[in-house]
T-cell receptor, first 111, second 115 residues
């Protein structure tokens, strides 16, 4: 399975946009890019996923580089409730979609 | 929808005892996953089922661990005998499997402490 690389931690100020990067240089053409987050003392929560085009939903936006070797999760206005560990995960078509979690990025949001 | 329901939320047991963790997936979902989370190893996939059939149990650490899914609405993860190193948070997740684009819904987890 292709691996992802994320910074261990990031800080943001409340009500400012946050850009969480993810590198996946060995991504294959059929790999989907998923983002999950885990709030303190909770299970992981689905955020967004995409294949080639940028994606938007009520929680966030996903910007995928043209060569697909990197992606960025964008939180448009960070709130204190967005403080969490954010995981960038690749799933391969034909691999039953199982999620293999890395260490993720711990996002701190300062008031 | 009540989401994925796990029970109990907390379990404290003595070494050597049998422990059973339970999971009720979201109705209509046909894939179920068991994960374990520790500070040292992060989130590890233990086993997953598709249409109640175990597909991959390569993440199950030892023979002391077993998982069953007798029907589409219930799954158990059993540890017998339990050891202190099994202390962790165990998560269950379900998905409406449609390949690599499936999204998972996780339960709130069971925090297991083996003393």
């Amino acid at each position: 399975d292709a691996k992802t690389t994320q910074p261990n931690s990031m800080e943001s100020n409340e009500e400012e946009p946050v850009h969480l990067p993810c590198n996946h240089s060995t991504i294959s053409g059929t790999d989907y890019i998923h983002w999950y987050r885990q709030l303190p003392s909770q299970g992981p929560e689905y955020v967004i996923h995409g294949l080639t085009s940028n994606v938007n939903n009520r929680m966030a936006s996903l910007a995928i580089a043209e060569d697909r070797k990197s992606s960025t999760l964008i939180l448009h206005r960070a709130t204190l409730r967005d403080a969490a560990v954010y995981y960038c995960i690749l799933t391969r078509s034909g691999n039953t979609g199982k999620l293999i979690f890395g260490q993720g990025t711990t996002l701190q949001v300062k008031p | 929808d009540a989401g994925v329901i796990q029970s109990p939320r907390h379990e404290v047991t003595e070494m050597g005892q049998e422990v059973t963790l339970r999971c009720k997936p979201i109705s209509g979902h046909n894939s179920l996953f068991w994960y374990r989370q520790t500070m040292m190893r992060g989130l590890e996939l233990l086993i997953y089922f598709n249409n109640n059939v175990p597909i991959d149990d390569s993440g199950m650490p030892e023979d002391r661990f077993s998982a069953k899914m007798p029907n589409a609405s219930f799954s158990t993860l059993k540890i017998q005998p339990s050891e202190p190193r099994d202390s962790a948070v165990y998560f269950c997740a379900s998905s409406l499997f449609s390949g690599a684009s499936s999204g998972y819904t996780f339960g709130s987890g069971t925090r297991l402490t083996v003393v």
